[in-house]
């Protein structure tokens, strides 16, 4: 079963640009079709943030598309999120995930605050 | 994009109850549906997934049901470990989530 551990730095300030990394475990980034980022503001919902295929396709929420990027590295079995010009709106626990036929898998998430 | 309509976004009740979340798409989704507990601090629990097959160690008493564009949650007898904010997710295209249910006691 796919295991998945985001990592990066928890404290970005405003106009900055916040990168995370998911590495996977019990499993190769090949296996699964879709690899997905999800965040949640703090005491608000869900929000899908976009997602990158492992032939390397992407798709983006349309409310971040200018500003995010999701890629791929195959050799390390991990992917990535950029979020560009980041504001206090953007601070949020950012999940990593994926599914199969078996269902979906999350990181334990990682929260990111933007301050100065 | 696909829009996620849940209801209702709190629900107090009592161990025992029976509880009923539901779920509105503006588009078909088929079956393409997942509900999810969440806890404070903690990430997103699947409990089901293609709207009404239980993940793995789920307790039988969480049950979904639905198609199209209807949908719902069940917990047939609400147990005190419940007490939790609860989502529904659409993957027929890309990902939707519906904006919670808090169920609490």
């Known amino acids: 079963q796919v295991q998945l551990q985001e990592s990066g730095p928890g404290l970005v300030k405003p106009s900055g640009t916040l990168s995370l990394t998911c590495a996977v475990s019990?499993?190769?980034?090949?296996?699964?079709?879709?690899w997905t980022w999800v965040r949640q503001p703090p005491g608000k919902g869900l929000e899908w943030i976009g997602e990158i295929h492992r032939s390397g396709s992407t798709n983006y929420n349309a409310s971040l598309n200018s500003r995010v990027t999701i890629s791929a590295d195959k050799s390390e079995n991990q992917f990535s999120l950029e979020l560009t010009s980041v504001t206090a709106a953007d601070t949020a626990v950012y999940y990593c995930?994926?599914?199969?036929?078996?269902?979906?898998?999350w990181g334990q998430g990682t929260l990111v605050t933007v301050s100065s | 994009d696909i829009q996620m309509t849940q209801s209702p976004s709190t629900l107090s009740a009592s161990v025992g109850d029976r509880v009923t979340i539901t779920c509105r798409a503006s588009?078909?989704?088929?079956?393409?549906l997942a509900w999810y507990q969440q806890k404070p601090g903690r990430a997103p629990k699947l409990l089901i997934y293609?709207?009404?097959i239980l993940d793995s160690g789920v307790p039988s008493r969480f049950s979904g049901s639905g198609s199209g564009t209807d949908f719902t949650l069940t917990i047939s007898s609400l147990q005190p470990d419940d007490s939790a904010t609860y989502y529904c997710?659409?993957?027929?295209?890309?990902?939707?989530f519906g904006q919670g249910t808090k169920v609490e006691f």
């Open positions: 995930a994926t599914k199969d036929s078996s269902g979906f898998y």
């Open positions: 997710q659409q993957y027929t295209y890309l990902w939707t």
């Open positions: 588009q078909n989704l088929n079956s393409w």
């Open positions: 293609k709207a009404s």
């Open positions: 019990g499993g190769s980034i090949n296996s699964n079709d879709w």
